[in-house]
């Protein structure tokens, strides 16, 4: 690891540039524990260490880009979720945050159900071990060979996504001669991310059957006539990094609404409600994520103060955390390659991954954190910018944080909270291998999905 002198980027005291940037922190060496994940801290060295391990060891182990994922944060978490809801609610893991047959089996032992939303996250369930019954099969367009395969497999419940869907199961289910449990997802007119919630008008987009207009009750009625389906709820999900309840109080009283009508008008009570996932989590130490146990208290006072109203029996809830469970687990281990500073705006740190391994600040302008973590440093800070090594200037990892001033090549920083929607969403860009990841608990470490190679690459490619 060398380490070479280069000109310091602008300092704090400067006129910065615009950015989503606070002040810079009292002190770099610090690891907030609201965006790492529960073992990370640094040893007497300064070390930052996970699982009892230092992330030093680790990349010479493992190489760097790495996700390092902190298993038993991982299982505290999920664990949290389950003991929050207890027994009269489900808690299904959102797959699509990132899934490995590892991640399914500690799901399976923590007691968690699972939903997937294609061929390839059942096929890894289903191969892990998880139980058929405690699958949740989502999805807006689900291939005929996707159903039949859920079906065969016993899958716990179909999300209907659409008025074809609900014949389409209907059909596969009968002639499979089976019974499929099925719910119904709703659109409720709320769309709800970070700190804010529309009520109104975002019925406008591709998931799920519009309440508005009468659709969802049509969708209802036609499937409650279908003998190869057994319809046992109603499922609703308004969005994604949510802090603020009032998008779920909003969606349940709407779904309760339909509830009643349903027992209205056929004279059933379903008996299940949805209330999807979405719950936000720390990406810097500005987010003030709610605790499960604070969440499960809320959204089972909303459901069953909404079905009080309405005289209706409380069906049992159930939720789809991704995110807010597998997000803190992990971090993204890199090494500094080139450091520019550019005058009078700020400094590029170029890391070896990037956007191949962290698609979400350039799709969504997420915003992340970032640390020295191979040592301390008392030098100053200067706002940087940790870019990656693709072909594209949007190729940005952190968009503005502070790193200390004697930040040299060869050192490693890492980005806390890239847990969810980072490998899952990772490619190969620029033939960008995608990187390992590395669970630790323990003081043990193991890879428990391996670095793409060259020859991965190139067994698809056939000439
Ligand atoms: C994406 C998704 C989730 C999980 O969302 P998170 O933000 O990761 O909690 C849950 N349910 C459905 C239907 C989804 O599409």
Redesign the pocket.
């Given at each position: 690891m060398s380490r070479s002198a280069h000109p310091a980027g602008p300092r704090h005291a400067d006129v910065l540039p615009e950015g989503h940037y606070s002040a810079p922190p009292a002190d770099l060496n610090t690891l907030d524990p609201k965006v790492w994940s529960q073992t990370v801290t640094r040893d007497g060295d300064g070390v930052a260490t996970v699982g009892g391990i230092d992330v030093k060891t680790l990349a010479e182990q493992y190489g760097t880009p790495a996700y390092v994922l902190d298993e038993a944060d991982f299982r505290a978490r999920a664990r949290a979720w389950r003991t929050a809801f207890g027994h009269d609610a489900d808690v299904f893991y959102?797959g699509?945050?990132f899934l490995s047959r590892a991640i399914v089996r500690w799901l399976h032992e923590e007691g968690l159900n699972l939903?997937v939303?294609s061929g390839g996250e059942l096929a890894t369930a289903l191969s892990a071990g998880m139980p058929a019954d405690r699958i949740a099969f989502?999805g807006n367009n689900k291939s005929t060979e996707e159903i039949t395969r859920a079906i065969e497999n016993g899958v716990g419940r179909i999300v209907l996504d659409s008025f074809q869907e609900i014949v389409r199961v209907a059909h596969i289910a009968r002639e499979l001669g089976k019974r499929q449990r099925v719910q119904i997802r709703i659109t409720v007119g709320v769309e709800a991310h970070t700190h804010e919630f529309i009520a109104t008008a975002h019925e406008d987009q591709k998931f799920g059957i519009p309440l508005a207009g009468g659709q969802a009750a049509e969708a209802v009625r036609r499937a409650l006539q279908l003998d190869s389906l057994e319809v046992i709820g109603i499922h609703s999900?308004i969005g994604?990094?949510i802090f603020d309840m009032s998008g779920f109080e909003v969606a349940a009283h709407r779904v309760v609404g339909l509830l009643k009508d349903i027992r209205d008008e056929h004279g059933v009570e379903l008996p299940e409600i949805d209330l999807?996932?979405?719950?936000g989590i720390a990406y810097t130490s500005d987010d003030d994520p709610r605790e499960p146990h604070e969440i499960a208290k809320a959204l089972t006072e909303i459901v069953s103060r909404e079905c009080d109203a309405a005289k209706l029996r409380t069906p049992r809830i159930s939720v789809?955390?991704?995110?807010?469970i597998v997000g803190p687990t992990a971090f993204t281990l890199y090494e500094v390659g080139t450091i520019k500073p550019l005058d009078g705006l700020r400094t590029y740190v170029s890391v070896d991954g990037g956007m191949s391994d962290n698609i979400r600040t350039a799709l969504y302008d997420a915003e992340y954190s970032v640390a020295l973590v191979s040592r301390t440093s008392d030098a100053e800070p200067v706002l940087a910018r940790v870019v990656g090594k693709h072909c594209e200037s949007g190729d940005i990892v952190v968009k503005d944080a502070f790193l200390p001033a004697d930040l040299a090549p060869g050192d490693l920083i890492a980005v806390p909270a890239t847990g969810?929607y980072c490998r899952s969403m990772a490619s190969n860009y620029n033939h960008v291998l995608r990187p390992p990841v590395v669970a630790v608990a323990d003081g043990e470490s193991r890879v428990i999905v391996r670095r793409e190679t060259e020859e991965d690459l190139l067994r698809l490619d056939v000439g």
């Open positions: 959102a699509k945050a939903d939303c989502h999900h994604s990094q999807g996932g979405g719950l789809e955390p991704g995110r807010a969810a």
